[in-house]
């Protein structure tokens, strides 16, 4: 039987799709409209299946695919783990997402104990001691356990315990425990590891796992998920979730897309599919629980659909509410790149008021400075409703973090992890304590860090081209500029999208140094795209020139 899930994960799409373009095309035949409904069901399948399965890239040339960020998805499985396993702590838990840990580590990781020259199972070859992961249940239970009951029933006291790391992975801490008595333990006689109890000074079980909050945002996705899971069989309910997430993401940027070419053209719609179908990076987040990458283009979508929408005040207004409640959920699911999501809620709207901005006094007209003052209110309030949006997630979380009161919390909030995540120790006082031109630099390294890519830029292109794609386009501009046929709309496009994700690598400079592994990902919500459509436009517009050329110095 096909699980309900999967049914309305296709529905929903297709009857949104149906509203969509009945608002857009509302003199559109059935024959047009059916048309467009199988080709929008056909490119969010592709990007589902692609998004689950990795078909564009495979496990060799995108390599992180299965184990991508899973150390942040166990952040929402934790919660699904331990309301499966009813852990009544979780019952009293204000946040959406927690860390559910035993001595195997993250309860649903599938983490493994030790198997080296020196260890077999977490079991050492050559003492009586086990190894288990450094994390919060261990290093709690360390400081008052005396004692360790295997499942075959031995009682071995803690001799000493000490901070190691495997050989293989030095950034993974484990505690090694020294044992009581002289022979040689394994998971053949003293069974498994994961089995063993640990024993206070008088004999008396200690717990077996702890459940601890994730308190740096509200965790919206882990109590949806959470709530979701309760319809499923446990045993399938995280694979489950990763295909609704992949479906929702696919439907998220297959409307990006439509929305893309009724905006601008065919081949700009088509450059941000292949983007969205092909970039390692975007494959990479799309099934992630925790992150909900969906949730970041979203906006995006708000905003196109405004733009294109902007003289009727009715879908500015739906607008104006969505631009709201999307921020809000984004927020409430984890503060990360807002700022470059938040400005790609504008940019196209920015770009259109850019372009009427610099129309020369003999080409403009009163509709087009009535227009130029439509797109300034409609940027505010659109702006203002997206602030809104994340001051309304703010005041939710800090109410929880000040335990009732909103302004300790949101201090707490910033001190723990706003600073960290920011400037960090640069933070006191304006720029901290180090000169403007110090933190200019940290900047610029920050940013430079991330012209360097580490992966393909979408399959079958080396990253090392991502300085071509990023300097061509300038380069372009120069010389249209010389030839007095500059083209103000595509440089308003480059130059928006490029702000995007700068804003944040400034911005949350911490956080993107630290994070290189994620932040990459931030050059695709729309600066890649328009890279490789300037490009191909340059190309496109210059094949007849050279031809011509070509012609009249070979004319006699």
């Not at 150390?71 to 997402?97: P, R």
């Not at 992975?169 to 498994?192: D, R």
Request: charged content about 15%; hydrophobic content about 45%.
């Amino acid at each position: 039987m096909v699980p309900k899930i999967y049914i309305f994960s296709i529905l929903i799409p297709f009857i949104l799709f149906l509203i969509i373009n009945k608002i857009l095309y509302k003199k559109e035949s059935i024959y047009e409209t059916i048309k467009k409904s199988i080709i929008f069901m056909v490119m969010i399948t592709l990007l589902s299946l692609n998004y689950m399965l990795n078909l564009s890239s495979g496990n060799v040339i995108n390599s992180n695919f299965e184990t991508f960020e899973k150390n942040s998805e166990v952040l929402v499985t934790s919660a699904i783990f331990a309301d499966k396993d009813k852990m009544t702590t979780y019952a009293n838990s204000k946040y959406g997402l927690q860390r559910y840990i035993d001595v195997s580590g993250y309860v649903g990781s599938e983490e493994k104990f030790i198997t080296n020259d020196y260890w077999l199972d977490g079991y050492s070859r050559t003492f009586s001691g086990i190894i288990i992961s450094h994390n919060d249940y261990s290093s709690r239970i360390l400081k008052e356990a005396n004692f360790v009951k295997f499942s075959n029933g031995d009682i071995l006291e803690i001799e000493s315990f000490e901070n190691t790391h495997d050989d293989k992975n030095i950034y993974k801490p484990y505690f090694e425990i020294k044992l009581s008595g002289k022979n040689i333990l394994s998971s053949s006689k003293n069974g498994e590891l994961s089995d063993i109890v640990f024993l206070d000074y008088s004999k008396e079980e200690m717990p077996s796992d702890v459940l601890i909050e994730y308190e740096s945002q509200f965790g919206l996705q882990g109590f949806i998920f959470r709530a979701i899971s309760k319809f499923t069989d446990y045993n399938i309910t995280i694979k489950e979730l990763n295909v609704l997430c992949g479906i929702i993401t696919a439907l998220t940027m297959t409307i990006i897309v439509f929305l893309m070419g009724i905006k601008y053209n065919l081949l700009l719609a088509v450059i941000y599919y292949l983007t969205f179908l092909l970039s390692p990076w975007i494959v990479n987040f799309a099934r992630n629980l925790y992150w909900v990458e969906f949730t970041w283009f979203i906006p995006m979508a708000i905003g196109l659909f405004c733009s294109i929408n902007i003289n009727n005040k009715i879908c500015r207004f739906i607008s104006y509410l969505l631009a709201f409640f999307s921020i809000l959920i984004k927020c409430l699911c984890g503060y990360e790149y807002i700022s470059t999501i938040m400005l790609s809620m504008i940019t196209f709207l920015v770009i259109d008021f850019i372009v009427l901005m610099f129309l020369g006094e003999k080409d403009k007209t009163i509709e087009d400075s009535d227009k130029k003052k439509l797109l300034f209110n409609t940027i505010f309030i659109l702006g203002i409703s997206a602030l809104l949006g994340f001051v309304v997630a703010l005041s939710i979380h800090g109410s929880l973090r000040g335990d009732g009161d909103i302004i300790k919390g949101v201090i707490s909030i910033y001190n723990n992890d706003i600073v960290r995540r920011t400037f960090g120790e640069t933070s006191s006082g304006m720029l901290g304590n180090i000169p403007i031109v110090g933190f200019i630099v940290e900047c610029c390294i920050v940013v430079i860090r991330y012209f360097i890519f580490g992966t393909e830029i979408i399959t079958g292109i080396p990253g090392i081209f991502f300085i071509v794609f990023a300097t061509f386009p300038i380069l372009f501009f120069i010389d249209d500029f010389l030839d007095k046929k500059i083209n103000i709309k595509i440089v308003a496009m480059y130059l928006m999208t490029f702000i995007g994700p700068i804003s944040w690598f400034i911005l949350a400079k911490n956080h993107s140094m630290n994070h290189t592994h994620l932040s990459f990902v931030l050059w695709y919500f729309g600066f890649i795209q328009s890279c490789i459509y300037i490009i191909i436009i340059k190309i496109i517009y210059s094949i007849p020139n050279i031809f011509k050329k070509i012609q009249e110095k070979t004319s006699f």
